[in-house]
């Protein structure tokens, strides 16, 4: 079993992702940002489990260096780096009615901290000539984030790392969190499948891709989205 490095994966999408990856036995970090309630929530309720938490920000090149540098003294490696944090703007707007500050947001924040995150955890994959990094990405970071998944696949695989790139469709509120089980409940109607995706699809894709055999799927964009194309339906 390998070590995973998950930012935000104390609640949402990365805290289903947390939990699949220790319950395969797999030792987790995760960071958090700004809710200690949370932090402190999945620590209590996984105190017998190989989990270390690290309050980061994802926006700041420091925070980022000094977490990994944490995790990689705690656990002696980073095998998976599964970068889940990212601010979203949820307004729809058109490109023009941004301002400037939501635009550096939205790149900074989703784009250029994939960047510092790969910078310094990648080093550390290739001295066990192994590794996979993901990253969930949203609307206006998308493309930056598609050529920079491409491109560490491409320079990366002969060092035996795979990069791939998940966007989650419309999955909101409790759903994050939920099982498919419990999507399966109710109805919606927005969603061609005709259930909201959940937090334990994005985990259960995470974990096959991070399996040994799933190394001839890299620099891919995996869309979960029942059939929902997000960034396009309003066109």
């Given at each position: 079993m390998g070590h995973a490095f998950i930012t935000a994966g104390t609640k949402g999408l990365g805290k289903k992702v947390t939990e699949a990856m220790l319950a395969q036995g797999h030792s987790v970090t995760v960071t958090y940002f700004r809710d200690e309630e949370r932090a402190g929530q999945i620590k209590d309720l996984y105190t017998?489990?190989?989990?270390?938490?690290?309050?980061?920000?994802?926006?700041?090149k420091e925070s980022i260096e000094?977490?990994?540098r944490e995790a990689y003294e705690t656990f002696g490696t980073i095998d998976y780096l599964i970068h889940n944090a990212g601010p979203?703007?949820?307004?729809?707007?058109?490109?023009?009615?941004?301002?400037?500050?939501?635009?550096?947001?939205?790149?900074?924040?989703n784009l250029s901290?994939?960047?510092?995150?790969?910078?310094?955890?990648?080093?550390?994959?290739?001295?066990h000539a192994s590794g996979w990094v993901k990253r969930s990405a949203f609307a206006a970071a998308k493309v930056g984030l598609v050529s920079l998944t491409k491109t560490i696949a491409y320079e990366e695989a002969e060092n035996g790392i795979t990069a791939n790139m998940i966007s989650p469709g419309d999955i909101n509120g409790t759903m994050k969190e939920a099982?498919?089980?419990?999507?399966?409940?109710?109805?919606?109607?927005?969603?061609?499948?005709?259930?909201?995706?959940?937090?334990?699809?994005?985990?259960?894709?995470?974990?096959?891709?991070?399996?040994?055999?799933?190394?001839?799927?890299?620099?891919?964009?995996i869309d979960i989205n029942?059939?929902?194309?997000?960034?396009h339906q309003n066109r």
């Open positions: 017998h489990y190989p989990l270390h938490i690290v309050q980061a920000d994802v926006c700041n000094k977490a990994v979203f703007i949820f307004d729809r707007k058109k490109l023009l009615d941004h301002t400037e500050e939501e635009w550096k947001e939205m790149v900074h924040g901290s994939m960047f510092y995150l790969a910078k310094h955890v990648i080093p550390m994959m290739r001295k099982t498919i089980a419990q999507s399966r409940e109710s109805a919606d109607n927005n969603t061609p499948i005709g259930r909201s995706g959940t937090g334990e699809d994005i985990a259960r894709t995470v974990l096959y891709l991070c399996e040994d055999n799933s190394d001839m799927i890299t620099g891919t964009v029942g059939g929902l194309d997000v960034i």
